[in-house]
């Protein structure tokens, strides 16, 4: 599609991120996201959020956030993407991991960013920060 030419900029493929989105059931702050769908994550105010430890960045007056935990199948690598703007906090066993990778691009309509986690197989809490708007599409995915 001539208009998804941006998404190409993307370090690795983001299609089956498109195709999810499309359909992205809405889910409330709090939510556990699934590995290999999306949702459509309502967001609160951030300081309303209730996040398990403080964002890496802290989020602006007037943003939005979400608290959202997942379960990191064995092979535990997992990439988060995003719809819009916004940044994401990884926590396992009560400690912020950092990613492994990312790749955003602001000309890709409806994706705005793709990051990579490596976690230890299990339960995850996943943090989103700083969005300008209440709503955000996140899709979690196992990494091609």
Not at 22 to 34: C, D, E, F
Not at 82 to 109: F, M, N, R
């Amino acid at each position: 599609m001539a208009e998804d030419a941006g998404c190409e900029a993307f370090k690795w493929p983001v299609t089956r991120e498109q195709a999810l989105f499309a359909a992205a059931p809405a889910r409330p702050s709090g939510a556990t996201l699934v590995v290999g769908a999306a949702a459509d994550l309502a967001l609160v105010p951030a300081e309303k959020a209730g996040f398990a430890l403080p964002p890496e960045h802290a989020p602006a007056s007037g943003t939005f956030g979400a608290v959202a935990s997942v379960e990191v199948p064995a092979e535990g690598a997992i990439q988060i993407s995003l719809s819009g703007e916004a940044w994401i906090d990884v926590i396992q066993d009560g400690h912020a991991l950092k990613s492994v990778g990312y790749s955003g691009v602001k000309t890709c309509p409806g994706i705005r960013k793709s990051v990579r986690f490596k976690l230890a197989a299990g339960p995850a809490t996943v943090q989103f920060s700083g969005a300008k708007k209440a709503d955000l599409k996140v899709a979690v995915l196992a990494p091609e």
